[in-house]
């Protein structure tokens, strides 16, 4: 097993160089490559087939809950995006702007789109006539640029990929049922099918989305103790409605402005994914957003009846499970390595004494459990591994979360908790700006978010002692 | 039926003003909404519908081939797009380019990506080492950008939705043989899905993409006698390689440059569809990319059974086919209209009497037949007859592109079919491109492509009179 050792040492320890780590498992497992123009990704096959499978869920899932897909343009004018003040206040300075097209000056400079809040708008102004036109539950897929100044593979980068919600209804209450619903889509995209564990809940006037009246999120927690927001589910209100003129005519005849919602998911879950359940050989992936399920290994594959028999078996399990076999003349443990790397959920050893036994080894990627199988049962076996390991996943993900996860009542103590194990704080906070900012100051923790699940955990603010009613979680932040 | 007569009238005739009906057909059947920025398009619901049906439909056959997707940045630097130097001549005249980013100007210009040859070049001179690594065949969807001065929806537009396979072969004749395979996996998705015939073949020097060795293409007829050209495929040699400095060490441990090809598939399938099969009704979709397949129309809802009826046979009929039941409060007269404009292949009417006599009504939107068919009979009868309609169009198609297609021998007799008919002129050149200005000088008329079936119609070219062996099919182009 030399190689395998070699391969794996040529990853940096996550507990050595966390930063590092995730470095080396973004380009050694192959899901992206740096691109020449700075803080770009090149987005790698096996990166890109994760994301289709990310598509593919969050897509059906918007479909059964009626929403279609559009597409607007890359560009927005400077006079469209300056319409909502407080947008453009929030995205200006962040912006990648277009001056020059086809060799001319513009006379308009076009900025590349950071979010397209302003070109649904513009666009509902036009089709939205009556209360028969509502809802509009419209979804696009595509890629935004924000230029950020420092960057990391699938966190921040200056281009990433996303999809963007954007819904336009007759009242205040079905914009909040659509904020709720599209937050408890995303909940169940994390947990079910990415197996990440989150908290869901509001964030402060401070952290809401700029032109929002109420932004809501799902936090978790990364291996190194550190907050990641993982989706934004956002309520306009009738802001937007007002700043484009976006009215209907209700039942009576009367002119009304609808009310709007947007939420958005991006290719940053990708890297959720390595920093919540990776370990030091490399990438693991919850079989539900595997591209690849079960990999088959042939041991002595030039002995007779090796190859044939794993082929066999890869046509077996494919009617179960996404396969692929490897018969490349690598050696069986330089591919063990290989596989580990990229996540692999669920490895196969089949060589001449398995054959000879009528078995399999089945390797799990998560806990490196070897099981011996009877081919007989080869077909249950293996489904029933994977939802062990998918089940496994998120249980484990849920007690790091939960061990990382403390209460505080003092400002000391949430200092000395978030040095001694970086991860949420839980605390109470008076509601105010200036408080937030003194927490913030003095712990570099921000706000994440005030929990839907509200207790009690003390009666005042952590930070200036007045009477405080809610909880809110505090953690450093992606 | 006074309403039916009212909303067909809305829209131009076709023989009156072709481009106004496109226009018409293209707004009114609400594919696409103009957007404030000149020349680009938002594409609506129904619009992104008929395209998600075009991409499952490639996508699958770029898998089933062996590619994989990935995702390049939308910027190129400027001196990257500079690196072959035929590529950026065509190329820089037309692009957008980004110089500031978040208030700053940035040291060196990005042009939003044209096309992404040079981005894949760069990514393959780091990924390609040996002969192991080859061949590479990737694809990417995305948008590209192109500084055109005049433009319309889906045809022309500053941005468009396309997918760009790029690969990367050991050897010249690997990349000819892909470069094939993907121009007939476009064949078969204009003839099989689209139902749109096309003439394949290959493209003159003057005709031919910036950069490459020769470039193969797909042309079609639209109603108008004007040609559409509808995908096209690249073979670069080894051009792209030298300029990128792509090399591979082969099995004897030489190095040697790589072979590369790229090919797209643009929004602009959905411009044919509608110029191939549409009438004055509006558009007409061939079953197998439409995305309603068969909407049910109840016929006097309100009466005890209509909907329950209507119910019952959309939940039968959805295990065959995509199907929508509208039972909105306008009158069907209206309904007929509004699904006749959105090309739906197949409407069922249901109503007190045919549900008396256990039968329902389908009426044809390609030809309007009307056919009674009893209810136990109907699962077999709309399947037959969605797949009657999808062969029909395609038939109705490849006559209409028969009859507009002519033999000249003469550039008098060239000139005088053109403008009798308008549609692809065959005639004989020598291979001078002094001799195809002319052509296009005198008649108006390109080089649509030199056809793999190729016919000697005449010893000499059309325009000197020197012997000539090459027959090209030459057309007014959109």
């Known amino acids: 097993?030399?190689?395998?050792?070699?391969?794996?040492?040529?990853?940096?320890?996550?507990?050595?160089?966390?930063?590092?780590?995730?470095?080396?498992?973004?380009?050694?497992?192959?899901?992206?490559?740096?691109?020449?123009?700075?803080?770009?990704?090149?987005?790698?096959?096996?990166?890109?087939?994760?994301?289709?499978n990310i598509q593919k869920n969050l897509d059906q899932?918007?479909?059964?809950?009626?929403?279609?897909?559009?597409?607007?343009?890359?560009?927005?004018?400077?006079?469209?995006?300056?319409?909502?003040?407080?947008?453009?206040?929030?995205?200006?300075?962040?912006?990648?702007?277009?001056?020059?097209?086809?060799?001319?000056?513009?006379?308009?400079?076009?900025?590349?789109?950071?979010?397209?809040?302003?070109?649904?708008?513009?666009?509902?102004?036009?089709?939205?006539?009556?209360?028969?036109?509502?809802?509009?539950?419209?979804?696009?897929?595509?890629?935004?640029?924000?230029?950020?100044?420092?960057t990391r593979p699938f966190l921040?980068?200056?281009?990433?990929?996303?999809?963007?919600?954007?819904?336009?209804?007759?009242?205040?209450?079905?914009?909040?049922?659509?904020?709720?619903?599209?937050?408890?889509?995303?909940?169940?995209?994390?947990?079910?099918?990415?197996?990440?564990?989150?908290?869901?809940?509001?964030?402060?006037?401070?952290?809401?989305?700029?032109?929002a009246e109420a932004t809501y999120t799902i936090e978790s927690l990364m291996h190194d103790g550190k907050a990641l927001q993982c989706g934004t589910s956002h309520n306009f209100g009738d802001g937007f409605a007002k700043a484009f003129n976006?009215?209907?005519?209700?039942?009576?005849?009367?002119?009304?402005?609808?009310h709007q919602t947007s939420w958005g998911m991006t290719t940053r879950l990708i890297g959720a994914m390595i920093m919540v359940h990776g370990d030091n050989?490399?990438?693991?992936?919850?079989?539900?957003?595997?591209?690849?399920?079960?990999?088959?290994?042939?041991?002595?594959?030039?002995?007779?009846?090796?190859?044939?028999?794993?082929?066999?078996?890869?046509?077996?399990?494919?009617?179960?499970?996404?396969?692929?076999?490897?018969?490349?003349?690598?050696?069986?443990?330089?591919?063990?390595?290989e596989y580990e790397m990229k996540g692999v959920p669920l490895r196969l050893e089949i060589g001449p004494k398995d054959i000879e036994k009528n078995q399999a080894v089945l390797v799990r990627r998560d806990n490196r459990e070897k099981i011996f199988v009877s081919l007989d049962e080869l077909e249950v076996k293996v489904a029933e591994v994977l939802e062990d390991i998918q089940n496994s996943l998120l249980e484990k993900a849920r007690t790091a979360q939960n061990e990382k996860t403390s209460i505080a009542v003092s400002l000391d103590e949430f200092k000395r908790l978030l040095d001694e194990k970086t991860g949420f704080v839980k605390a109470m906070w008076c509601g105010d700006r200036a408080c937030e900012d003194a927490i913030k100051e003095q712990t570099g923790a921000t706000s994440r978010c005030m929990p839907f699940e509200q207790e009690k955990v003390d009666s005042k603010c952590i930070c200036c002692g007045k009477p405080a009613e809610k909880l809110v979680y505090w953690g450093r932040a992606y």
């Open 281 to 337: 050989s490399g990438l693991v992936l919850p079989p539900k957003i595997a591209p690849i399920q079960l990999v088959i290994i042939p041991v002595a594959q030039h002995k007779p009846g090796v190859l044939e028999k794993a082929g066999e078996l890869k046509e077996e399990l494919t009617k179960i499970a996404r396969v692929k076999i490897d018969d490349s003349d690598k050696m069986p443990g330089w591919k063990f390595s």
């Open 61 to 150: 899932m918007f479909k059964e809950t009626g929403h279609e897909n559009v597409y607007m343009p890359m560009f927005i004018p400077e006079s469209l995006l300056e319409k909502e003040k407080d947008h453009v206040e929030g995205f200006a300075p962040e912006v990648a702007w277009v001056t020059h097209g086809g060799n001319q000056e513009l006379t308009e400079r076009l900025c590349v789109r950071p979010t397209s809040e302003t070109l649904f708008c513009d666009h509902y102004s036009k089709i939205i006539q009556s209360y028969k036109d509502l809802p509009k539950l419209y979804n696009q897929w595509c890629s935004v640029v924000r230029w950020e100044k420092t």
């Open 246 to 258: 976006i009215q209907y005519t209700d039942k009576n005849g009367k002119l009304q402005y609808v």
């Open 156 to 211: 921040r980068t200056l281009e990433f990929l996303w999809q963007e919600g954007h819904t336009a209804h007759a009242t205040a209450e079905e914009a909040q049922e659509e904020t709720t619903r599209m937050l408890n889509i995303y909940a169940t995209l994390c947990e079910e099918i990415l197996a990440i564990p989150v908290v869901k809940g509001r964030k402060t006037e401070k952290e809401k989305f700029a032109g």
């Open 1 to 52: 097993m030399g190689n395998d050792k070699k391969f794996v040492e040529a990853i940096t320890s996550m507990d050595e160089d966390f930063a590092q780590w995730y470095t080396d498992v973004v380009k050694k497992a192959e899901l992206v490559d740096y691109a020449t123009v700075r803080g770009c990704m090149v987005i790698r096959p096996y990166g890109y087939a994760i994301w289709e």
